[in-house]
């Protein structure tokens, strides 16, 4: 365990970016082993799934609601990954042509994967696990298997994993990618939970499972149908009632013998090899501790467009409009609702450091928003002790210091300037050695998911406003820590975040997805 929690330290110590020396990667950008961003399973019967995306969605301001559960069918099921996992749209421009995922990651790289695993459906007479194909939006049956498990939860229930290849990352970002795969993970697990929402689902992460228990569940330890080493996230429970995280579905674990179908196909023609990343995800792969539980946020906000038009619309953007970034205090606070609070029903552990730029009714300056109490004293104690800590018109917001932060807030990440011509920017500052040795160096994975989640929600929340953010990895780690006064780890930044009003480049176009079936 110690070992592991060493690993953890020495890992986020070396790639924290610094003014005049970045974590490394290889500087360059190698097109010849681009990775592929499908995973395709070959030799796997595919199950086509219809499209969902004339199916009508409850408003998104109803999304914390309590809303009818839909039944699990293929119609529910598409509807389900179509609006998380799913293609949002493509673009073009210059005889290029991408996709913009529901999802948001890192670079758009998205080394998350989707896994299903289901009670008999498909005119099937067995369980099977599948692997969603976001590409096809398919689902490919890679085992079936006979089952009672599903006794024991609720008619509906279905449990999906998520897992991650951390070579599509690691291609771009080297050393550093770690954090990136995690964030990614976030993004994507929030971006299911609020699907699922819109049927009426719940959702709860399994807790009972170690990553060995789940590679197997997943097939992922067959590394023969492999060249790409991917390793498991998380699995989650999805259900018309909240499951409890510590939900028992080892039975799985007899139930499913042999060989899976399919073999994955090979992303890249080789790789080059960073012998940190396969040394931190085997330090952070040992079996968690469950954490504390609390109550789960639920946001009440002002009326707005249809649930699956704010999730297709969702945008990372590259330019910030300083002219036209300034928004209202209501705008601020429907925005901070949306994360104030545990978006899981766990203990909140990031807490967000606001550059406030342009927002009416608010002062220019550096503010918090403690996502749990229970850290404000050990926060006042490490940061600078001439911090003013003024409440401000926002439950657990804080006003620290009056100052314009736009040149700081573009030097902390990377000299971006969509860190100073939006709204705000913040960074996510989670408690961190605390955690760590406390539960474990699986930790340091879910604080980055926390992190994510955060982002994605971030997003999907300033979409519905009709504003833009953007997630920034890219910062300077203890130039941000010195910033605020902090000395040790006791608390770190592990991501940033910008929002504001976004510029709109015509020159590329947006085409939509699934085209061809439509």
Not at 214 to 218: E, G, Q, V, W, Y
Not at 276 to 283: K, L, R, W
């Given at each position: 365990?110690?070992?592991?929690?060493n690993?953890?330290y020495h890992y986020?110590e070396?790639?924290?970016?610094?003014?005049?020396r970045?974590?490394r990667?290889l500087?360059?950008?190698?097109?010849s082993t681009q990775?592929?961003p499908?995973?395709?399973?070959r030799g796997?019967?595919?199950?086509k799934?219809?499209l969902?995306?004339?199916?009508?969605?409850?408003?998104?301001?109803?999304?914390?609601e309590q809303?009818p559960?839909a039944?699990l069918c293929?119609?529910?099921?598409?509807q389900?990954?179509?609006?998380?996992?799913?293609?949002?749209?493509?673009?073009?421009?210059?005889g290029?042509?991408?996709?913009?995922?529901?999802n948001?990651?890192s670079g758009n790289?998205?080394?998350?994967e989707?896994y299903?695993?289901l009670?008999?459906?498909f005119?099937n007479?067995?369980s099977?696990?599948s692997?969603?194909?976001?590409k096809?939006?398919s689902l490919?049956i890679?085992?079936e298997?006979?089952?009672d498990i599903?006794?024991?939860?609720?008619?509906?229930?279905l449990?999906?994993g998520?897992?991650s290849?951390?070579w599509r990352e690691v291609w771009?970002?080297?050393?550093?990618?770690?954090r990136?795969?995690?964030?990614?993970a976030?993004?994507?697990?929030?971006?299911i939970?609020?699907?699922?929402k819109?049927?009426?689902w719940?959702?709860?992460?399994v807790?009972?499972?170690?990553?060995?228990e789940?590679?197997?569940?997943?097939g992922l330890?067959?590394?023969?149908r492999?060249?790409?080493a991917?390793?498991?996230?998380?699995i989650l429970a999805?259900?018309?009632?909240k499951l409890s995280?510590s939900s028992d579905?080892?039975?799985?674990?007899?139930?499913?013998?042999g060989d899976?179908?399919g073999i994955?196909?090979?992303?890249?023609?080789?790789?080059?090899?960073?012998e940190?990343?396969?040394?931190?995800?085997?330090?952070t792969?040992?079996?968690?501790?469950?954490k504390k539980?609390?109550?789960?946020?639920?946001?009440e906000?002002e009326?707005?467009?249809e649930?699956k038009e704010v999730v297709?619309q969702r945008?990372s953007v590259?330019?910030?409009k300083?002219?036209?970034s300034?928004?209202?205090k209501?705008?601020?606070?429907?925005?901070l609702s949306s994360?104030n609070?545990?978006?899981?029903?766990?203990?909140s552990a990031a807490?967000?450091?606001?550059?406030?730029h342009?927002?009416?009714?608010?002062?220019?300056?550096?503010?918090?928003?403690?996502r749990?109490?229970?850290?404000?004293e050990?926060l006042?104690?490490?940061?600078?002790r001439?911090?003013?800590?003024?409440?401000?018109d926002f439950?657990?917001l804080?006003?620290?210091?009056a100052?314009?932060y736009?040149?700081?807030?573009?030097?902390?990440s990377?000299s971006?300037?969509?860190?100073?011509?939006?709204?705000?920017?913040l960074g996510m500052?989670?408690?961190f050695?605390?955690e760590?040795?406390e539960?474990g160096?699986?930790?340091?994975?879910e604080?980055f998911w926390?992190?994510?989640a955060?982002?994605?929600?971030?997003?999907l929340?300033?979409?519905?406003l009709?504003?833009?953010?953007?997630?920034?990895?890219?910062y300077l780690?203890?130039?941000?820590?010195?910033?605020?006064g902090l000395k040790?780890?006791?608390?770190?930044?592990?991501?940033?975040?910008?929002?504001?009003r976004?510029?709109?480049d015509?020159?590329i176009m947006t085409?939509?997805p699934?085209?061809?079936?439509?």
């Open positions: 365990m110690n070992r592991d929690i690993m953890v986020h070396v790639t924290k970016h610094a003014p005049q970045y974590a990667s500087g360059y950008m190698d097109w990775p592929n499908f995973r395709e399973y796997a019967k595919e199950i799934l219809p969902a995306l004339e199916y009508p969605t409850i408003p998104y301001s109803l999304i914390d809303n559960s039944p293929i119609e529910s099921l598409s389900l990954l179509q609006f998380s996992m799913a293609i949002a749209a493509y673009k073009s421009s210059d290029s042509r991408w996709a913009v995922r529901c948001a990651s790289l998205h080394p998350t989707t299903l695993i009670p008999p459906l005119d007479v067995k099977t696990i692997h969603y194909n976001p096809n939006h490919e890679l085992k298997f006979e089952s599903w006794q024991e939860y609720p008619k509906g229930t449990f999906l998520v897992s290849i951390a771009k970002y080297g050393e550093r990618a770690f990136y795969v995690n964030l990614d976030g993004h994507a697990w929030q971006s939970v609020v699907s699922a819109m049927l009426g719940k959702t709860s992460r807790e009972t499972l170690s990553d060995e789940m590679a197997k569940i997943l330890d067959q590394k023969e492999f060249f790409e991917e390793h498991p996230d998380m999805i259900s018309p009632q995280s579905i080892s039975k799985l674990l007899s139930d499913i013998e899976f179908s994955a196909n090979q992303l890249s023609p080789q790789m080059h090899k960073w940190i990343i396969p040394q931190i995800i085997e330090a792969s040992a079996p968690e501790i469950a539980n609390t109550e789960e946020l639920r946001v906000r009326a707005t467009k649930s297709l945008r590259h330019v910030m300083s002219d036209i300034t928004i209202t209501e705008q601020f606070h429907t925005i994360v609070g545990s978006l899981d029903g766990k203990k807490h967000l450091c606001i550059f406030l342009r927002v009416d009714g608010y002062e220019p300056g550096l503010y918090t928003l403690i749990d109490n229970d850290d404000k050990a006042k104690e490490a940061m600078h001439d911090f003013l800590w003024q409440e401000c439950e657990n804080y006003f620290l210091k100052d314009d736009t040149f700081a807030s573009k030097a902390i990377c971006q300037d969509i860190a100073s011509d939006g709204s705000f920017s500052l989670c408690r050695s605390d760590i040795i539960y160096a699986h930790r340091y994975r604080l926390e992190c994510g955060i982002g994605q929600q971030l997003y929340e300033a979409t519905s009709g504003l833009s953010g953007t997630g920034i990895g890219c780690d203890d130039t941000m820590h010195s910033l605020l040790n780890n006791k608390f770190q930044v592990l991501y940033h975040f910008t929002l504001g976004g510029f709109v015509s020159r085409l939509p699934y085209e061809a079936r439509a």
